[in-house]
């Protein structure tokens, strides 16, 4: 892809685009070339990390923070959350970030995996987190949000968005992922749609279960008393979009990767 196109920045409608900087860049207007093109934003995949350093300033230009402001950390598929000022240890390994500092902005970086951004417009706090299966098995997004509730915000004023990543179309899993989830919520019915079933696919090649994410974060912000209005869960998938995102299971670990920021505006 190399510099073809412009960026893309998906945004959300329950989050304030005047208080906050938000959103979830597609893959393309950026210098990385082959499997990584073109918007790249990990060099943790082979990618050349000048290639990458540009691209981060080019999402930071076309979004309007200051690049040098950004705040991401490596995720490990937990539920640590690190409130962004706060000294970070070594390694600095969270999967979730809180602030309610002006400029800041907090990064969550995704190929598959949810890229999820909270937001409490009256008390301007904000968050980010990182879900993969395991980490939405351990309730990061629900951490993060009590994460933030400690610094002054409300449940019942967040608002959640979740970003372009794997949907219950494609995510296909095994019976120990089928049991943890089950384990996890078991306030949902079997006709919830957390587990679909494969007779109930479309397709199915396999005959294995799929999972879907989205419901199940949506299921442990409502646990906490977030308002269901205030969840926008119904992103593209990446797997079935290769012309507008990086996917893991789509591409392998050769692949390039996403990132979810927001921030509040000083």
């Known amino acids: 892809m190399g510099e073809d196109g412009a960026i893309r920045i998906l945004r959300s409608p329950v989050i304030p685009d005047?208080?906050?900087?938000?959103?979830?860049?597609?893959?393309?207007?950026?210098v990385s070339e082959g499997t990584w093109g073109s918007l790249n934003l990990s060099a943790r995949r082979g990618d050349d990390p000048a290639k990458v350093a540009e691209n981060f300033r080019r999402v930071a230009k076309a979004a309007g923070y200051e690049a040098e402001?950004?705040?991401?950390?490596?995720?490990?598929?937990?539920?640590?959350?690190?409130?962004?000022?706060?000294?970070l240890p070594e390694p600095p390994e969270f999967d979730g970030l809180v602030s309610d500092r002006p400029g800041a902005v907090l990064g969550a970086f995704a190929a598959d995996c949810m890229p999820v951004l909270f937001a409490d417009p009256e008390a301007r706090i904000c968050g980010a987190c990182h879900a993969g299966w395991r980490g939405t098995v351990a309730d990061v997004?629900?951490?993060?949000a009590r994460q933030m509730i400690e610094i002054g915000a409300a449940a019942e004023r967040i608002r959640v968005a979740i970003g372009p990543s794997i949907g219950?179309?494609?995510?296909?899993?095994?019976?120990?992922?089928?049991?943890?989830f089950t384990r996890a919520y078991p306030e949902?019915?079997?006709?919830?749609?957390?587990?679909?079933?494969?007779?109930?696919?479309?397709?199915?090649l396999t005959k294995k279960p799929h999972v879907d994410l989205r419901r199940?974060?949506?299921?442990?912000?409502?646990?906490?008393?977030?308002?269901?209005?205030?969840?926008?869960?119904?992103?593209?998938?990446?797997?079935?979009?290769?012309?507008?995102?990086?996917?893991?299971?789509?591409?392998?670990?050769?692949?390039g990767c996403h990132m979810g920021f927001i921030g509040l505006r000083d």
């Open 18 to 30: 005047d208080l906050f900087w938000h959103g979830f860049p597609e893959r393309t207007g950026g």
């Open 69 to 87: 402001k950004l705040a991401v950390t490596k995720h490990v598929h937990g539920n640590r959350v690190w409130r962004v000022g706060e000294p």
């Open 141 to 144: 997004g629900a951490e993060t």
């Open 168 to 180: 219950p179309c494609c995510f296909e899993v095994g019976p120990e992922v089928v049991a943890a």
């Open 188 to 204: 949902l019915s079997p006709d919830s749609g957390l587990i679909v079933p494969p007779d109930s696919q479309e397709t199915s």
């Open 216 to 255: 199940a974060m949506r299921a442990q912000l409502e646990r906490i008393g977030i308002d269901p209005a205030h969840i926008d869960d119904a992103p593209p998938c990446t797997m079935h979009n290769p012309e507008r995102f990086f996917s893991y299971r789509r591409d392998g670990a050769g692949g």
